[in-house]
């Protein structure tokens, strides 16, 4: 009932489509705005994509050369280019990698942790997990050259988890297992490795990495053989050599000539100092300082006579060429930093570049919120004024109602003028000393009363402050007699001061309006009253014990007609009760 009422106020509606078409035309301009933002920002990450990827690809070809420098460089420029939070998180998570790697491949295993932590806040940005594998490889290398045997373990065990081949799991279980020759865990690295040595799990592309990690699998098998004095190491060795031999892998050769040259030191020393020999060529090939030092080492405690100062003064010049090495790393990567005007003029555009693009989206985005601003302002002056109207409009029907009512008051005080003057009359022409005469007039007099106690009730002012309920209460007991209970419920649940002040006037006038109604009818002799809360709104139930006909009811619906009207201004609703014997019930609905 209260959809149709809406529904038939036109205004109402007119204001609703107004409303509807001003809406859609908001969504249509925010929607334009955004595109167009979406279209910029698009286009300065693609041209950032593509200095981004120039950077790193002209790195790559710089650390396979390994000139660690210049990669170092262009690492660095790709990394100023991308903004991780939100985009480039995989260009950026590979450049740190790559810059741990250069550090670590430099023994610079301080600055290598460092770029890793860098990694960490990211991981979870990139599309591909096989950084998160390489992150925690590449700190398992870095804890186990600063001999953190724990932590080494811990992060090849959680990228062991993180291996998405056979292969990539081999490699691991190899990388374990050096950590578990520097603790003389030997047993257990031949339990683990004696299974993948029966297989040799190849790689998914490259044979020659199938063949490097097999190699390393059967040198470390050999080394715990020969820790455990088992002759079965000699045999692993030799597997070893024949597959690194034919590979030329210096790096791999330079480990397996050092183990079988400990196999031989004791039974055939002569052949023990071979295979040194042969690392010490090794070591030369690869040019690494630190393995020519120690197979130096080595040559000169099996050396003697001419051989023995030749090595002497090989150890002492290599010595002073690795501290001199070592003095010069500490300023590698500053001197690229700070020191080259090349490099400073690179950094000092490239960052000029990114601030250009940063403030031209700075501005674009400023234009979108001062945009968003007006057509929000605009929008909601827009919605505003329809409910403004709206409110008027309704604000204007009750001062109307009230107004009715006034006149109505006018219209009876007349009428009681009339009576008054017909029972003045009445008393003048008749002899009240007769008793019927005198009931009459009586009855006259009566009438006079309750209704100039109706009228004055009916347009007495109505207290609507915090003593509305004691006016409320005072008027409903006013209809009470010695016939009639009046029973009474949560009226004093209902928090009145929080209730709007017309809608407390019009409470009680309709209250008002049907106890007079109601008590017409002689036969009453219980009237229950109740007030709750439900969903928001207050409910209010009248019901009595009256036994009136089903025409009278219909008739005393006809007379409520007042109430009803009073009822919907406020978008309230009233349910007359089924009529039956034990008597009759109404209730009506305000919401808060």
Same mark, same amino acid.
């Given at each position: 009932m209260k959809m149709l009422e809406i529904i038939k106020n036109k205004t109402f509606l007119k204001y609703l489509i107004f409303f509807l078409i001003i809406l859609l035309i908001g969504v249509v301009l925010l929607y334009q705005l955004h595109r167009n933002q979406v279209i910029i920002i698009q286009q300065i990450k693609k041209n950032?994509?593509?200095?981004?990827?120039?950077?790193?690809?002209?790195?790559?070809?710089?650390?396979?050369?390994?000139?660690?420098?210049?990669?170092?460089?262009?690492?660095?420029?790709?990394?100023?280019?991308?903004d991780p939070i939100d985009d480039y998180a995989d260009d950026y998570v590979y450049s740190q990698l790559s810059i741990a790697n250069l550090h670590q491949n430099t023994n610079n295993y301080t600055a290598c942790e460092e770029a890793l932590l860098k990694v960490f806040p990211y991981l979870k940005k990139t599309s591909k997990p096989k950084y998160t594998y390489n992150t925690y490889t590449l700190l398992a290398y870095n804890y186990f050259f600063t001999y953190d045997n724990s932590d080494a373990l811990l992060y090849h065990r959680k990228a062991l988890r993180l291996a998405a081949t056979p292969y990539k799991?081999?490699?691991?279980?190899?990388?374990?297992?050096?950590?578990?020759?520097?603790?003389?865990?030997?047993?257990?690295?031949?339990?683990?490795?004696?299974?993948?040595?029966?297989?040799?799990?190849? +790689?998914?592309?490259?044979?020659?990495?199938?063949?490097?990690?097999?190699?390393?699998?059967?040198?470390?098998?050999?080394?715990?053989? #020969?820790?455990?004095?088992?002759?079965?190491?000699?045999?692993?060795?030799?597997?070893?050599?024949?597959?690194?031999?034919? $590979?030329?892998?210096?790096?791999?050769?330079?480990?397996?000539?050092?183990?079988?040259?400990?196999v031989y030191a004791e039974t055939n020393p002569k052949l023990s100092k071979i295979y040194t020999e042969k690392q010490y060529q090794s070591a030369c090939r690869a040019k690494s300082a630190s393995f020519k030092a120690n197979t130096l080492g080595d040559l000169i405690r099996k050396s003697e006579g001419k051989e023995l100062k030749k090595y002497s003064k090989a150890y002492v010049k290599i010595i002073d060429s690795i501290l001199s090495s070592r003095k010069q790393a500490k300023n590698q990567f500053s001197i690229i930093k700070y020191e080259s005007k090349t490099d400073k003029e690179e950094n000092l555009k490239l960052k000029a570049e990114k601030a250009e693009n940063e403030l031209l989206l700075q501005k674009h985005k400023n234009r979108n919120t001062i945009s968003?601003?007006?057509? &929000?302002?605009?929008?909601?002056?827009?919605?505003?004024?329809?409910?403004?109207? #709206?409110?008027?409009?309704?604000?204007?029907? /009750?001062?109307?109602?009230?107004? %009715?009512?006034?006149?109505?008051?006018?219209? $009876?005080?007349?009428? $009681?003028?009339?009576?008054? +003057?017909?029972?003045?009359?009445?008393?003048?022409?008749?002899?009240?000393?007769?008793?019927?005469?005198?009931?009459?007039?009586?009855?006259?007099?009566?009438?006079?009363?309750?209704? &100039?106690?109706?009228?004055?009730?009916?347009?007495?002012?109505?207290?609507?402050?915090?003593?509305?309920?004691?006016?409320?209460?005072?008027?409903?007991?006013?209809?009470?007699?010695?016939?009639?209970?009046?029973?009474?419920?949560?009226?004093?649940?209902?928090?009145?001061?929080?209730?709007?002040?017309?809608?407390?006037?019009?409470?009680?006038?309709?209250?008002?309006?049907?106890?007079?109604?109601?008590?017409?009818?002689?036969?009453?002799?219980?009237?229950?009253? %109740?007030?709750?809360?439900?969903?928001?709104?207050?409910?209010?139930?009248?019901?009595?014990?009256? %036994? /009136?006909?089903?025409?009278?009811?219909?008739?005393?619906?006809? +007379?409520?007609?007042?109430?009803?009207?009073?009822?919907?201004?406020?978008?309230?609703?009233?349910?007359?009760?089924?009529? &039956?014997?034990?008597?009759?019930?109404?209730?009506? &609905?305000?919401? $808060?």
């Open positions: 950032n994509s593509v200095e981004i990827n120039k950077n790193i690809t002209e790195a790559d070809r710089l650390f396979d050369q390994i000139n660690y420098d210049s990669a170092y460089f262009f690492y660095k420029k790709a990394i100023a280019l991308c799991k081999s490699v691991i279980i190899n990388d374990i297992a050096l950590v578990y020759l520097r603790q003389k865990r030997y047993k257990e690295i031949i339990d683990a490795l004696e299974p993948l040595a029966r297989i040799k799990i190849k +790689h998914e592309t490259d044979s020659a990495k199938t063949d490097i990690n097999y190699s390393l699998l059967l040198n470390n098998l050999g080394f715990c053989y #020969f820790k455990l004095g088992n002759p079965k190491a000699l045999e692993y060795y030799k597997k070893s050599l024949k597959i690194q031999e034919r $590979l030329k892998s210096d790096y791999e050769l330079m480990s397996t000539y050092s183990s079988v040259a400990m968003y601003i007006i057509i &929000t302002f605009t929008i909601a002056v827009l919605l505003l004024l329809p409910l403004y109207l #709206f409110i008027k409009g309704e604000k204007e029907k /009750k001062e109307a109602v009230f107004e %009715s009512e006034m006149r109505i008051s006018k219209k $009876l005080r007349n009428e $009681l003028t009339n009576k008054v +003057h017909h029972t003045l009359l009445f008393a003048q022409n008749k002899d009240l000393q007769n008793d019927e005469n005198k009931n009459q007039f009586l009855i006259k007099l009566d009438e006079i009363y309750s209704q &100039t106690r109706n009228i004055s009730r009916e347009n007495s002012s109505i207290v609507t402050n915090e003593n509305y309920d004691m006016g409320l209460k005072e008027m409903i007991s006013g209809f009470k007699t010695p016939n009639l209970n009046l029973l009474v419920n949560g009226l004093d649940t209902i928090k009145w001061n929080k209730i709007n002040k017309i809608k407390k006037i019009i409470i009680y006038r309709v209250l008002q309006e049907l106890f007079y109604n109601m008590k017409k009818y002689n036969d009453l002799t219980l009237i229950i009253l %109740s007030f709750k809360i439900i969903n928001k709104n207050i409910v209010i139930t009248y019901s009595d014990n009256s %036994s /009136k006909t089903q025409n009278e009811r219909i008739i005393l619906k006809k +007379h409520l007609e007042n109430v009803e009207n009073r009822i919907k201004t406020t978008n309230g609703t009233i349910n007359f009760g089924n009529y &039956t014997e034990n008597g009759f019930k109404i209730s009506f &609905t305000f919401p $808060l």
